[in-house]
Nanobody
Framework: QVQLVESGGGLVQAGGSLRLSCAASGRTFSSYKMGWFRQAPGKEREFVAAVNWSGINTHYTDSVKGRFTISRDNGKNTVYLQMNNLKPEDTAVYYC???????????????????WGQGTQVTVSS
């Protein structure tokens, strides 16, 4: 089992940057695929990015490609989401999640991630 705690959210102007962190408890963090999701008011939770156990393989939703970067530091049990050139439509609560499934596929389906953090608010003003 793993517990996840996000941090780093806040208010930023359009074009600005934020780096989200997700600290995980437990000794098996490196065995989990990790993902970031977001949920805006009145909308469903949507996939943002995912990274495999080693950090080599990543996957992004089209709307953040070239602006967001997911990475992980297994020595610190932490996964990051660097967000650059933020847009008002990026405003949402951002969640990190852990997927214990085996294999190379990085899933975008929230239902397949077993563990979730409490979320951190990101607000981008125009």
């Amino acid at each position: 089992q793993v517990q996840l705690v996000e941090s780093g959210g806040g208010l930023v102007q359009a074009g600005g940057s934020l780096r989200l962190s997700c600290a995980a408890s437990g000794r098996t963090f490196s065995s989990y695929k990790m993902g970031w999701f977001r949920q805006a008011p009145g909308k469903e939770r949507e996939f943002v990015a995912a990274v495999n156990w080693s950090g080599i393989n990543t996957h992004y939703t089209d709307s953040v490609k070239g602006r967001f970067t997911i990475s992980r530091d297994n020595g610190k049990n932490t996964v990051y989401l660097q967000m650059n050139n933020l847009k008002p439509e990026d405003t949402a609560v951002y969640y990190c999640a852990a997927d214990s499934s085996l294999g190379m596929v990085l899933t975008t389906a929230a239902v397949l991630y077993e563990y979730w953090g409490q979320g951190t608010q990101v607000t981008v003003s125009s």
